[in-house]
Structures are given as structure tokens and as C-alpha cells.
């Protein structure tokens, strides 16, 4: 063997090694939702200025996290929480409510 595949061996053997290491000390490398985005809905008495929603508008995906997360203070979302970051109030049934989206 010559010095360069000594050197890719031993750099492959130095991944592996690190990949479970990583794996013992519980560091995850990829994403593996133990800390999903959480989307809160709470009652908008502030009146604070916003990016208004109208609830009929949003997708019907949404509207199931909203109602979700209004009846339980908070829910789980998939990854693509980025939908809800330009919305910051929806008005549902004449009420606004604010939304945040909270992520670890």
C-alpha cells in the first residue's frame, strides 16, 4: 500500500470512528425531529399591528395547525414551519389571534 491509500484509509477509518462515537454520546447528524418547530396560538388582546391572516385563507393543512395548536395552546409542525413565519395574527370566528412559531 502506498502512502495516499494508507492516509484514505485511515481517514475512512477515522469517520467511522466518529460516526459511532457520535452515535454513543446521543449527537444527532442529521435532523431527527426529537425538537419539531411548535406553532402557539393564543388570544390577540394587545391589538398589535401584524401581518393578518384571514383563517378561510389559509391552506387546509394550516388550518389543522391552527386549530391544533389553538385547542391545545401549542402543536408539533412538519419542517416547513417557515409557512407561518410572515403570519402573525389570523382572525378566526371575529377573533385575532397571534401566532409563533417556536424552535430549538
Known amino acids: 500500500m502506498d ?9 475512512g477509518l477515522l469517520v467511522v470512528v ?6 454513543l454520546i446521543g449527537v ?3 435532523n431527527d425531529n426529537s425538537c ?5 396560538v393564543s388570544e390577540d388582546r394587545s391589538g398589535a399591528n401584524g401581518v ?3 383563517y ?4 387546509e393543512r394550516r388550518q389543522t ?9 401549542f402543536t408539533n ?19 385575532n389571534y397571534s401566532i409563533a412559531v417556536a424552535v430549538c
Open 3 to 11: 502512502i495516499s491509500s494508507k492516509a484514505a484509509l485511515g481517514g
Open 18 to 23: 466518529f460516526v459511532l462515537f457520535a452515535g
Open 28 to 30: 444527532p447528524f442529521l
Open 36 to 40: 419539531p418547530p411548535q406553532l402557539h
Open 52 to 54: 393578518e391572516v384571514e
Open 56 to 59: 378561510e385563507d389559509l391552506s
Open 65 to 73: 395547525e391552527f386549530r391544533d395548536a389553538l385547542r391545545n395552546d
Open 77 to 95: 409542525i412538519d419542517t416547513t414551519y417557515d409557512a407561518w413565519v410572515s403570519t402573525s395574527l389570523v382572525k378566526y370566528h371575529g377573533e
